[in-house]
């Protein structure tokens, strides 16, 4: 019987890892995927997941909430000029291939629609945005019935600002008798995004694990073939060109291309071999599982600059509790607040711990992470018609149903006061960031 037992589990572990998909899979049929933070929000461009029914007896009446802004223009304009620049060498000494030209011709065009953009929203950001609000409101009605309150705060950053504003406004719209209130201040800010408090404090750390990961990149990035199509001569290549950076970084730009409609008829991935799309994705995965994840090469300390954020959300869920009435708490920031959290939270694999970094990839992916607008919602449950009863939660990452590091014979809801107790205790942590 037990051999029996053994070779069943074997089947199915092995019909399940056929069923797999993995990583190269993924983006070799999506290749936007290898943008890692750049790529666009999934939904609804893909099917949406499926959400388990609300358990009987039980209805939601509040959410906590935190969520990126969404597709944006770079943060650098260099990202723009750069590459422009690099090839313009190229143009003054006639070394282009006719490709060359005209990849410089469609840089141009990208660094020019950028010019005084840096950092802001992009349309595509704001549907994004619009999007989440009308399916959270259509998801959870009991949470945006009558007169129910949400509370809206954002960075001071304009694109989360405006990244708020798109929300509660779709929201208003849906039920115009919503009390909504939004604020963007520097008081919040300790808690609410990265360059205050405790996230200061990790920057000597960060730079440390950035060194790590641009030496990774650097020494696996092979551009002699992306160079051969957009320059004449190999030699004045060796002599002027830093081929490497500029592989790079227009593969960034080529990412960076679905943030935008005005790019809508536009591709730079024709530019790369699917071998060198994966390759530049599963670096750039390096660089963020060391710099913001739960890597042991940081010694799994990174998430924790996340502390104050994921305690301000236990506290409002508290006094929601406490009050019991209907409404959300809606917070809009970053990425490098979402992937700390959502590692702190240990949601789904989230929170992997591995010092193999040639492999995490299989593993760990970015971008199912940290896509623009990435959000993490928990909707609280109480017992209907006032009926006494446990407090439930659920936790939607990127609005799919995520498992926490806790048993519940009822998934995807946990018990409040189950898991609440070792969240306030990991809480405690004590982080030395010196190391």
């Known amino acids: 019987m037990r051999r029996i037992l053994l070779t069943s589990l074997m089947v199915v572990a092995v019909a399940a890892m056929a069923l797999a998909v993995s990583p190269r899979d993924e983006i070799s049929a999506l290749y936007t995927r290898s943008a890692s933070n750049h790529y666009n929000y999934p939904y609804p461009a893909q099917p949406l997941p499926h959400l388990t029914a609300t358990p009987a007896g039980y209805e939601a009446f509040h959410i906590e909430h935190y969520g990126r802004h969404g597709s944006r223009w770079s943060t650098r304009m260099s990202a723009y000029t750069k590459p422009v620049e690099a090839l313009k060498k190229g143009e003054r000494n006639h070394m282009l291939t006719e490709l060359g030209k005209k990849v410089l011709s469609e840089l141009r065009f990208v660094r020019d629609a ?12 704001a549907e994004q945005h619009r999007g989440i609000a009308e399916r959270m409101y259509r998801n959870f009605p009991g949470v945006f019935a009558g007169d129910a309150v949400v509370d809206a705060r954002s960075t001071i950053v304009i694109r989360c600002i405006l990244s708020m504003l798109n929300e509660t406004q779709t929201l208003q719209g849906l039920n115009p008798k919503l009390r909504i209130s939004t604020d963007a201040s520097i008081h919040d800010m300790p808690y609410m995004g990265w360059g205050y408090g405790e996230d200061t404090l990790a920057n000597p750390l960060r730079a440390r694990m950035k060194l790590i990961s641009d030496s990774i990149k650097r020494a696996n990035i092979d551009a002699r073939r992306f160079a051969r199509q957009l320059f004449i001569d190999s030699a004045f290549v060796a002599d002027s060109i830093d081929a490497k950076a500029l592989m790079s970084d227009i593969f960034d730009v080529a990412g960076g291309i679905q943030d935008h409609h005005i790019f809508d008829n536009m591709d ?25 994840g ?29 009050g019991g009435h209907r409404g959300a708490n809606l917070r809009f920031g970053h990425e490098t607040c979402v992937l700390p959290l959502a590692c702190l939270m240990e949601l789904d694999d989230v929170n992997h711990h591995t010092l193999d970094l040639d492999n995490v990839h299989k593993a760990w992916q970015n971008y199912n992470i940290f896509p623009m607008a990435c959000n993490i919602q928990m909707i609280f449950y109480r017992p209907a018609g006032g009926a006494q009863g446990d407090i439930l939660v659920k936790v939607l990452l990127n609005e799919h149903e995520a498992r926490l590091p806790f048993t519940s014979d009822m998934f995807p809801y946990y018990k409040w006061d189950h898991i609440k107790p070792y969240y306030v205790e990991k809480l405690k942590t004590v982080v030395d960031w010196s190391k």
Not at 114 to 125: C, F, P, Q
Not at 270 to 278: A, G, N, P, Q, V
Not at 303 to 318: T, V
Request: glycine content about 6%; hydrophobic content about 45%; charged content about 20%.
């Open 114 to 125: 950028a010019r005084g953009r840096v950092g802001e929203l992009s349309d595509v950001g």
């Open 294 to 322: 739960p890597a042991p090469a940081n010694g799994s300390r990174l998430p924790f600059i996340e502390r104050d954020l994921f305690k301000n959300i236990i506290a409002s869920a508290d006094t929601a509790i406490a």
């Open 268 to 292: 730079l991935f024709y530019l790369f071999t699917s071998d060198e799309i994966y390759e530049l994705w599963r670096l750039n995965n390096i660089y963020w599982y060391i710099n913001w």
